[in-house]
């Protein structure tokens, strides 16, 4: 019966997601990544697949995936994902750099009995690394049929889970296709034991630590975010919703002297124009990015610095709103911030990436929906995340940061050290990997 549940929600799912394309760009995404089935040519070469839910899970992934490639340089590897946030980014000319890291990026096949033998048939994978979640019943059958490994990187597993009820039978099923949990807490080891999972689980950590560092510690400067925080105080609020952006509104319009810096979620033009409404007088970073060039071009003497001049430089110092309109410059923004704002916060879904501005020494701000993220309950417990429910109560602890520099300063060092903390999850995996002989002909 949980079989035959299973697929009818599978089917029901794929028939939803067409349905919607019709319509909806992100759907029509999702179905046209999977119209051509993946290829992948045979070499001889040990090959690694990881699957990833989208770009978050990437990013947690990112860690060990280079870590292979560094002790394995022949490795070919396949990365797959689910959802078009992840996989639209990272294939575009401006998303993630990936030369010399994935051989093969593909959106993952519909779960099928079928579908499964096919694509594990051509990646013909030694190891596979699942991020986080995301379970698939005939890819995960499939593996464990066919003896091929399959490690969990940095799983996270909650009571509400279906694993857990007593109609979870076929998840459970799943989960004993894996060789090997590495978990990010101790709730989760003590979950999976209820399930007599216990010899084959340890608290790896969460590789994402591993990867904001990275990220910091190879940090490029952003010449038009420079010149457009000058000395002003910054808040930089990051991947943003409108009850989010509500939030804020009118803080933005009372602070003039304040610079803000806003990157919303989804930066499809009908939603950046709801932004610039919300934000007046609010500028755009592709338009100020263009007109640069331009400036550039007509004055030699500009060539070099690639600096506004013109309309763009009016515009900068006319605005305190500076709206980011593209992708991949996010981690580097919350670098120019005294105070961070993370958005997500008063969605369902819960609060994005909060890691992104600790690692920088900057305290976070968010809504209410974050207890599903340890690292934002970990933040909060220690003074360096801050919860807010409502406008009043953000502008209340804004002004207390501002008054307060020795407390805005104490609570920016706690989330760096935070972070610092946590390192060293990506080694863990490898440390396996090898010890194994994963790899290893």
Known sequence: MGKLLYLLFINSYHLGI????????????????????PAVTSDGRKTVWMHCASLGEFE?????????????????????????????????????????????IFYLPKDSSANAKKMIGAISPDLVLWVKYEFWYHYLTEFKRQHIPVI????????????????????RQMLHSFHYFFVQNETSIELLATLGIKENVVIGGDTRFDRVIEIAERFESLPLIEQFCGNSKVIVAGSTWEEDEEEW???????????????????????????????????????????????ATENSQRVTSNLPTGQAGEKLKESNVLIIDNIGKLSRLYRYAHITYVGGGFE?????????????????????????????????????????????????????????????????????????????AAKKVMDYIYANRLLTN
């Open 348 to 424: 369902d879904s819960g609060i994005h990436n909060v890691l992104e501005p600790a690692v920088h020494g900057k305290p976070v701000i968010y809504g209410p929906e974050y207890e599903k993220f340890a690292e934002a309950v970990d933040l909060v417990e220690i003074g360096a995340g801050i919860c807010i429910n409502n406008a009043l109560e953000l502008e209340k602890v804004l002004t207390a940061l501002w008054n307060d520099q020795a407390l805005l300063q104490q609570k920016g060092n706690a989330a760096k050290d935070y972070v610092y903390a946590k390192a060293g």
């Open 152 to 171: 969990m990187v940095s799983g996270i597993f909650r009571s509400s889970q279906p694993f857990f009820k007593w109609y979870g039978s076929l998840w």
């Open 18 to 37: 067409r349905i919607a394309a019709l319509w909806n760009p992100k759907a029509k995404l999702w179905v046209f990544g999977r119209k051509v089935f």
């Open 249 to 295: 509104i009118h803080y933005v319009k009372a602070n003039p002297d304040i610079k803000f810096i806003i990157a919303p979620h989804e930066i499809h033009e009908g939603n950046i124009k709801d932004v610039q409404k919300e934000f007046a007088g609010s500028i755009l970073y592709s338009e100020l990015a263009a007109q640069s060039i331009q400036s």
């Open 60 to 104: 947690q992934g990112r860690p060990v995936l280079e870590a292979i490639k560094t002790a394995y340089p022949q490795v070919k590897i396949v990365l797959t994902f689910f959802s078009p946030s992840g996989y639209e980014v990272v294939t575009r000319s401006d998303g993630p750099r990936l030369t010399g890291l994935a051989d093969h």
